[in-house]
């Protein structure tokens, strides 16, 4: 019997390179919808085909799914976090959870780079005088980059890769992360409230787990430098958007930018207005090389462990059924 692929849901034009993986290994491949359907109907489109591997890039994969499908192998996340997906149903079914780690560091940390560059050259804010017809370099208040603190909030992969990148602009860099492994030269560790105490600016990168959930809320936004900036190219959840509103309102940030809210693909209204909020759409992560290896990587995993080898990034441990 050929075994069936789902793939739920991708934020791409099409499915060819997953089709060109999965059907050269001799797998079936079903897509569903380009855009991420409803939980429930997710569970539906699982109990119907009844996949041995599920792959999903936004749409959720719920406990219900992963019970629901009796010949589920594995859940392949088509991206890093795994919020999305029920990893412990997946646990205790005995199916394997995986992601692809690494596939967007140098977009992510580009990203953030860019809405610094953007704040302190006033990039957006001039554009959009001079298309309005200003043009007013007396009013510039531009900022020296090497003469502020820049404060990174998890550092993994890829806030280690900002940081590096930060270096050569000679700001002073601080870092928190209570899993980070040794220290990178010329950056501080140290504790969350005391880099938040000490930057200009801060730049996101916590994955969305329970213990990150709105880890940047109001009290911790009080303890910033006024008129800093806070960047978020992580998860919306890691970040109160209600209390990032209001810092901007009352001036404690004079600018945001971020790529990821809570509440996506809804923009709040008080955001949409502000000039100091930078916004784009969950695109940290994209670019022509790093969407070529998500999607061929993801696939992949699937054709791996549907032969019967290991995952190569398996994210949990399978509890085995005799």
Known sequence: MTKTVLLTDFAWPDDSIERMVIESAGLRLVSGPAAPSNVSDIDALVAAHQPHGIMTCW???SAQAIQSSLPLEIVSRLGVGLDNIAVQAATDRGVWVTNVPDYCVEEVSDHALGFILSWTRGLNHFDREVRAGRWNPASAQLKRLANLTCGIVGFGRIGRLT???LSAFGCRMLAYDPFSGAPQPGVEPMDLDGLMRNSDIIVVHAPLVPATKNLIDGERLALMRPGGLLINVSRGGVVDTAAVIE???SGRLSAVGLDVLESEPLVPDELRSSPGAMLTPHVAFS?????????????????RVLSGQAPHEGCNQPVRHS
């Open 247 to 249: 810092a901007l309102a």
């Open 59 to 61: 749409a959720e994969v």
């Open 163 to 165: 940081a590096r990148k």
């Open 287 to 303: 670019s022509d090389a790093s969407l070529e290896e998500l999607r061929r990587r993801a696939a992949e995993e699937v054709v």
